[in-house]
């Protein structure tokens, strides 16, 4: 069964940092396309970042840019999301998700629908 099991969320407070860890199972995502989601309450899940197969592009939300870094390592199966400088604003169920129906590509997407495995989420608190 493929699994993707994100971890590292919690509650911090504003202008701390915290890294979230997705790690894949059941299949290697080695040659896709990885990213992460988040869900605030009351809100639409919006596109946070994303990575192609190597590494060799990353794409970021304009409300994170400059402040997040996504990154993978692929020997061990697993995308990492390092945030710093959390806002209140951070707050939210983040998702870790891959595309992967396509391989090797080299564009990223911010549409939800680009992204076919999801994980369950995990939860991010920030306060101010």
């Known amino acids: 069964q493929v699994q993707l099991v994100e971890s590292g969320g919690g509650l911090v407070q504003a202008g701390d940092s915290l890294r979230l860890s997705c790690a894949a199972s059941?299949?290697?995502?080695?040659?896709?396309?990885m990213g992460w989601f988040r869900q605030a309450p009351g809100k639409e899940r919006e596109f946070v970042a994303a990575?192609?197969?190597?590494?060799?592009?990353?794409d970021y939300a304009d409300s994170v840019k400059g402040r997040f870094t996504i990154s993978r390592d692929n020997a061990k199966n697993t995308v990492y999301l390092q945030m710093n400088s959390l806002k209140p604003d951070d707050t939210a169920l983040y998702y870790c998700?891959?595309?992967?129906?396509?391989?090797?590509?080299?564009?990223?997407?911010?549409?939800?629908?680009?992204?076919?495995?999801w994980g369950q989420g995990t939860q991010v608190t920030v306060s101010s």
């Open positions: 059941g299949r290697s995502f080695n040659n896709c396309a």
């Open positions: 998700v891959a595309d992967s129906r396509t391989f090797f590509g080299v564009h990223l997407s911010h549409a939800k629908d680009n992204y076919d495995k």
């Open positions: 990575i192609t197969w190597n590494g060799g592009s990353t």
